[in-house]
């Protein structure tokens, strides 16, 4: 018999339990952190019940939370988005998505293959009136004063047009203000300089379109930005396509671990530089949790119907719990009602811009 959630007053999260490469058992941890620190939140939890209520009934802190649905499928990271589409009915990863889509659940985490996901929330939730390509956006941590900013898309579809990137900027800034409370976040386009005549046509474009509509949908349009101002202070939210955003993450993931292997190994170097590393052991331990990309583990899918958040497929019991936080504030804050509500807006705008009368022959 299935269960129906009975959490009255809590904010309710879709989690996937499988399809993350460490597991069920990190997903149920995960979302015992959360329980944990949130009296506010609660569960349907998707994938084999029985090894999920074993799971679950080693974490008293979730007992009464969670409403199970059995799922008999998984969907791997070797599937291919098209198949998972067509065959992929019984996987916890669909499941997962129609407990947001019949309005059981506020928003959904998955660890799962990051193609297969936005295909099927494109296809159970759909896109947003006015939106041409859904983006996904992640937190990059910063000088600002947040500590992070926000960058999108980073690989929902590696295309972007004047429109699509005018719109990243709309959910970018929507995202920013709910999520991050900023009130009037500041909106950065990613090119290869800051002038206004470089870059692709698409770019210049853009510029234009973005500096037009700053205004009325209340952020402020700092122009083109560099590669090494995504973790800078100039911009809070950073705008571009989704090959260059993925490359430009990968990047940085790359860069951060390779960091982190050059302290140790520097530390190691002599008994002197290993009493150093104790000295500065506090030091160190702040840089670590300051830069951890498993607390900020989470790609919010912006332009759809519903609230989705990709989590790391190697993401641990603290990764997921960051991306179940971030679920939370979302919804808490109504941001999907918000970003619609900001999107039909700039629909009808963008409409009567196109119907005003030319101004080239006055």
Same mark, same amino acid.
């Given at each position: 018999m299935t269960e129906q959630p009975t959490q009255t007053g809590r904010i309710t999260i879709s989690v996937d339990a499988m399809g993350g490469d460490s597991g069920p058992a990190a997903v149920v941890a995960g979302i015992a952190k959360s329980a944990d620190k949130n009296p506010d939140i609660a569960f349907i939890l998707h994938g084999p019940e029985a090894e999920l209520r074993k799971l679950v009934a080693k974490r008293r802190v979730l007992n009464g939370r969670v409403v199970f649905r059995d799922c008999t499928d998984v969907v791997t990271m070797e599937d291919k988005p098209s198949q998972v589409v067509r065959h992929g009915k019984q996987t916890s990863m669909w499941s997962t998505l129609e407990s947001v889509r019949q309005g059981e659940a506020h928003g959904a985490v998955s660890c799962g293959n990051t193609g297969a996901l936005m295909a099927l929330s494109m296809m159970r939730l759909r896109k947003l009136p006015g939106v041409n390509r859904p983006a996904i956006a992640i937190l990059w941590p910063s000088r600002n004063p947040q500590g992070f900013n926000?960058?999108?898309d980073v690989g929902a579809d590696v295309r972007a047009d004047a429109k699509d990137?005018?719109?990243?900027?709309?959910? /970018?800034?929507?995202?920013a203000r709910n999520g991050m409370a900023l009130e009037r976040p500041r909106i950065g386009l990613l090119n290869v300089g800051t002038e206004e005549h470089k870059g692709r046509a698409e770019l210049k474009e853009a510029h234009a379109m973005i500096t037009d509509f700053a205004d009325q949908a209340s952020?402020?349009?700092v122009g083109f930005v560099e590669g090494s101002d995504i973790p800078g202070d100039k911009a809070d939210v950073i705008v571009t396509d989704g090959f260059t955003g993925n490359v430009a993450i990968k990047t940085g993931e790359g860069t951060a671990s390779l960091i982190g292997d050059l302290l140790r190994e520097a530390f190691k170097y002599s008994p002197l530089s290993r009493l150093a590393s104790v000295l500065a052991i506090t030091s160190l331990n702040r840089l670590k949790k300051r830069i951890d990309p498993r607390r900020v583990n989470g790609g919010v899918f912006l332009g759809l119907n519903g609230t989705v958040v990709k989590s790391h497929g190697g993401a641990d019991a603290? /990764?997921?719990s960051a991306a179940v936080k971030l679920a939370f504030t979302l919804a808490q804050s109504g941001f999907s009602e918000k970003l619609a509500a900001r999107v039909a807006s700039t629909v009808e705008l963008a409409q009567d811009a196109a119907q005003a009368p030319s101004k080239a022959g006055e």
């Open positions: 926000v960058m999108l990137l005018l719109q990243y900027a709309l959910m /970018g800034a929507s995202y952020f402020d349009f603290t /990764g997921v």
